[in-house]
């Protein structure tokens, strides 16, 4: 009865009634993000009774969130961003269970989390990790509430909704740039009504009511008020299925492929692939690889042009540490094949002084 | 005339949110390379849309009068 009264003024609503409040308490909603969207879009779904939130974020608050963070206190600076929203959610309405998971959103744990709710917030600020909860939906098959900010601008739209066009659709180039709002910056109103605009789709969708914003971009400017939406059509046929993700965020994942001295000393005369040696120009031993190179660590970044990304690249340094960052470097710059010699140039001047001796 | 309308860094980009360009029968893809070289997007990715409606940028379209071409970035803020 309680919950009656609490929720009555949207239960007297024809379009919710008790049987959509039903609907709202049993729902589960994942927020990956508690910073500006997030915030907004937290204590909407909790206040109207949401049954299950999730809540994905290892960020800890810092003085500079608060001005757009609003649910944050200033006493709270240091503390992990999703305790504090589910302090915020348990006064608001203890009626919701929430789940605050202080973890990084990667390709290890996205699909499992996803697994158990049945919509996805994309409350982020990066593009590299819309496009791994595009991916991660399509293959838990679960809707996508995606909402980002450009200063004055917003853009809200419902992916993968009942098997509807994704991120990809829309935006095709997963390795394109855009500032987020550390870089660009932001006010707290504008990334309070695109959450808003992204809570009420979750709520739509709940609820079976209105018109979800699928295969629909909505762009708002609240400078001038216009508000603009772009149609767009599913052209990714591609299946993603979870073999494929795990192959593709692996990689990604800093899970670089390490590879003894021993396996590669047949390639040593292989003009396909290069050998990398990211140490600096006077460390011993020196190993003269006919197809090698020598890039320090340190310089790697400017001289990537100098490198294929489609060739096979060895890199190796003193002892295999400095390799491994070298190799995640490539990998994150999408070299296709980069491995990392385990042992480094000590491991391996052993075994080319074993090969020159046969 | 054919309006074009710009958003996000795109718009910081032409300095304007939306201006109007003497229509001259040209394929869309011509005139993405035409505001290309008007305004230097280089690697500043977006899609495009023609009447509200995103197509793909290598698309077999003239433009038409009166069409309103968008330029829409993706944002990452938030």
Known sequence: MNDSIRYNRQIILPEIGENGQHKLSIAKVLIIGAGGLGAAVLPYLAAAGVGEIGIVDDDVIEISNLQRQVIYKTSAVGKYKVEEAKAMVSELNPLVKVNAIAEKLSGKNAISLFEQYDIIVDATDNLSIKYLINDACLVTNKPMVYGSIFRFQGQVSVFNYQNGPTYKCLYPDENSQSLNCEDAGVIGISVGIIGMLQANEVIKMILQIGEVLSGKILVYNILNNQQQKYDFEKNTIAKLDKKAFEEKYKVAENQIEEIAAEVIVNEIDNDEVLFLDVRNADELPKINFKNGIQIPLMKLENEIENLNPNQTIYVYCQSGIRSKIAAELLQRKNFKSVKSIAGGALALSQIVKEKIAD | ?78
């Open chain 2, 1 to 78: 005339m054919i309006e074009v309308k710009y958003f996000g860094a795109v718009a910081e980009k032409t300095k304007c949110e939306f201006e109007k360009i003497p229509f001259s029968e040209v394929s869309l893809q011509q005139f993405l390379q035409d505001l290309e070289i008007k305004y230097q997007f280089d690697s500043l990715s977006f899609s495009v849309a023609v009447n509200q409606k995103i197509v793909p940028k290598t698309t077999d379209y003239k433009l038409q009068t009166s069409d309103v071409v968008a330029l829409l970035p993706p944002f990452a803020g938030g």
